[in-house]
C-alpha cells in the first residue's frame, strides 16, 4: 500500500476560480501517492470539476500551491502539464466524433508519431474494444465506449497519474460498470488515478481513498469504505440509498 512519503501529487489550501473575485474553490487541500485511486464526491458547485481543472493548469489559482513529486506546478499550463506526466479526460467532448477510434488515440501521440504502434498495442491490451472497433467513427460508438476510447487516448502519453471528470456522468447503469471496470484496470496497470465522480457510492467503492468536498474545501477525508460508512458523509452527501445498504 501507499505511504506519506509516497505523495506524487497534491495543492494545499488552493484558492481558485474562473470570474475575477469569485473563488469556487475556498482554500482546498488533496494528494494522491503512488498507484492510488483518489475519489473526489461532494454536491453539485462544492467545486469537483474546478480542483481537477485547476490542477491541470485549465483554471487560474489565486493562491495556494500544487506539487508533482515535490517540484511546484502550480499556474504551468495544461500542455506542459501533460509532458510532466498527467493525463485528463474531461467530461464533456472528450472524443473526437468525425475520427475513428485509430485516429483518435492516434490524436493522444501526435508529438511522438513513430511510438504510436507499441504504445496502441499496450492500450489495446488493457481495452481490446480499441481494437475491435479501431476503423469505427467514435461518434458511432455508445457514451460507455466512447469514454473508453478518450481514456485510452490520455493514457497513450504514458501518464504517471490521470485525472478522470464526471466519467460515468450521463450514462447508464450497465455503462457505467463498464467505466468504472476500465477504471480499476487503469489503476492495476500502475497509473495513479484521481477521479471526480457524481455517483458517490460507487467512487467510493472503488477508491482507495476519498475526499467530500464542500464549498470549495475539503470537508472530510478518509479510505473509501471508511466514508462510505461515516454516518455524517451519508446523511449529508450518500442519502438514503447508502444508508439503506
Known amino acids: 500500500m501507499p505511504t506519506e512519503n509516497d505523495v506524487l501529487l497534491s495543492c494545499e489550501e488552493l484558492v481558485a476560480g474562473y470570474i475575477p473575485e469569485v473563488d469556487i474553490l475556498t482554500g482546498c487541500n488533496v494528494d494522491v501517492r503512488d498507484g492510488e485511486?483518489?475519489?473526489?464526491i461532494g454536491p453539485n458547485g462544492a467545486g469537483k470539476s474546478t480542483l481537477i481543472k485547476a490542477m491541470f493548469g485549465l483554471v487560474p489559482v489565486r493562491s495556494g500551491r500544487i506539487t508533482?513529486?515535490?517540484?511546484?506546478?502550480?499556474?504551468?499550463?495544461?500542455?506542459?502539464?501533460?509532458a510532466k506526466g498527467i493525463g485528463y479526460v474531461p467530461q464533456?467532448?472528450?472524443?473526437?466524433?468525425?475520427?475513428?477510434?485509430?485516429?483518435?488515440?492516434?490524436?493522444?501521440?501526435?508529438?511522438?508519431?513513430k511510438e504510436f504502434a507499441e504504445r496502441f498495442d499496450q492500450i489495446a491490451e488493457l481495452f481490446p474494444l480499441l481494437t475491435d472497433r479501431s476503423g469505427q467513427k467514435s461518434g458511432s460508438l455508445s457514451g460507455g465506449e466512447r469514454q473508453v476510447v478518450a481514456m485510452g487516448r490520455a493514457l497513450m502519453t504514458s501518464p504517471e497519474i490521470l485525472?478522470?471528470?464526471?466519467?460515468?456522468?450521463?450514462?447508464?447503469?450497465?455503462?457505467?460498470?463498464?467505466?468504472?471496470d476500465a477504471i480499476q484496470q487503469i489503476n492495476r496497470s500502475g497509473v495513479s488515478v484521481l477521479m471526480v465522480e457524481q455517483n458517490a457510492s460507487r467512487c467510493l467503492e472503488i477508491s482507495d481513498r476519498g475526499y467530500v468536498?464542500?464549498?470549495?474545501?475539503?470537508?472530510y477525508t478518509g479510505t473509501?469504505?471508511?466514508?462510505?460508512?461515516?454516518?455524517?458523509?451519508?446523511?449529508?452527501?450518500?442519502?438514503?440509498?447508502?444508508?439503506?445498504?
Open 92 to 113: 464533456n467532448a472528450n472524443v473526437f466524433p468525425s475520427l475513428t477510434v485509430k485516429e483518435n488515440l492516434e490524436m493522444g501521440m501526435f508529438l511522438r508519431p
Open 68 to 82: 508533482m513529486r515535490g517540484g511546484e506546478t502550480t499556474g504551468i499550463p495544461a500542455h506542459k502539464m501533460v
Open 213 to 219: 468536498l464542500d464549498q470549495g474545501r475539503d470537508a
Open 163 to 180: 485525472f478522470l471528470d464526471e466519467p460515468s456522468a450521463g450514462l447508464s447503469p450497465m455503462m457505467q460498470q463498464t467505466v468504472f
Open 37 to 40: 485511486l483518489v475519489g473526489i
Open 224 to 245: 473509501g469504505r471508511e466514508l462510505l460508512e461515516d454516518p455524517k458523509v451519508i446523511e449529508l452527501y450518500l442519502g438514503t440509498l447508502a444508508r439503506a445498504k
